[in-house]
């Protein structure tokens, strides 16, 4: 795995933990998320006229990347519902890893060599572990927890082919985000008849914040595809949960366990053992 891939996702690890965080501490999270992924889009906008068009075999790629990342944000905003930060975010990313690998290599024929394969079990294992305790999530927030992260896999697995068949991966991402943030814009006013921005508001700017925190996350993995298999640049990307216990426990209040840091370094030996 190339050492450009490694920091990519590394960096996308940070970022996405601390929008994740931000989305646990909102009052109303549908919104928040809702106002970020349309921030992103805004954002987004004015560099599709800039980039050329996707190819046609492009296109179904991008959409259904756009349209499951709508499922992912509604089933993430009721996992965080009744669980931790340093519950829920474990159960969602480390259930990824092993899921891409595997839809690699049934769909794609993508094979990892043995180091690869033990730093993605390790990394796998040793998130898993982080969500078990005595204070462990409800069955609700686990269950969509698990199916978050079934959805994560999908698309992941969907955006390492979707990101080869255009010739800049930049322009992949953007118009899958520009996409996304439509779509569950679409969504929130369906549900909730309409949806009110107040761009006086601290917390519309936060949300606004987040959503330039979660857009570099995102594009900078489907850039990493581009350097390497899509199993280990989501597995180095889990990683992410190791700084979200952190933020979790500096910032939110949440317990630092022993077993939560026995489980961490599990994850760093996962994502050093993915890196040979």
Not at 74 to 94: D, K, M, S, T
Not at 170 to 176: D, I, K, M, R
Request: net charge positive; proline share 4%.
């Amino acid at each position: 795995m190339s050492t450009v891939a490694v920091c990519l996702a590394l960096l996308a690890a940070i970022l996405h933990a601390s929008w994740n965080a931000f989305l646990r501490t909102g009052a109303d999270r549908l919104w928040s998320i809702t106002v970020m992924s349309l921030a992103g889009s805004v954002i987004c906008l004015p560099f599709l006229f800039m980039l050329p068009l996707p190819g046609p075999g492009a296109w179904p790629y991008i959409l259904l990347s756009a349209g499951l990342q709508v499922g992912y944000s509604l089933f993430l905003v009721a996992a965080y519902r009744h669980g931790e930060l340093g519950q829920v975010y474990p159960i969602v990313r480390g259930t990824v890893p092993l899921l891409v690998t595997l839809g690699g290599f049934l769909f794609f024929g993508e094979i990892l060599g043995t180091w690869q394969t033990l730093g993605v079990l390790l990394i796998a294992t040793g998130i898993m572990s982080l969500s078990l305790g005595k204070t462990r999530a409800a069955t609700s927030s686990i269950l969509f927890a698990l199916t978050t992260g079934l959805i994560i896999a999908c698309y992941s697995t969907v955006d390492s082919r979707g990101v080869k068949m255009v010739e800049q991966p930049v322009t992949y991402a953007l118009w899958v985000l520009f996409l996304f943030g439509m779509m569950i814009t679409i969504t929130f006013m369906i549900t909730r008849r309409g949806l009110v921005v107040d761009l006086k508001s601290p917390v519309t700017w936060k949300a606004v914040g987040g959503g330039v925190v979660a857009m570099l996350a995102y594009g900078l993995v489907v850039v990493a595809y581009a350097y390497a298999p899509a199993g280990l640049v989501t597995a180095v990307r889990e990683t992410s949960v190791v700084f979200a216990v952190l933020i979790g426990a500096l910032l939110l209040g949440e317990p630092l366990t022993v077993r939560r840091l026995l489980a961490c370094l599990i994850v760093a030996g996962g994502a050093i053992s993915v890196s040979l």
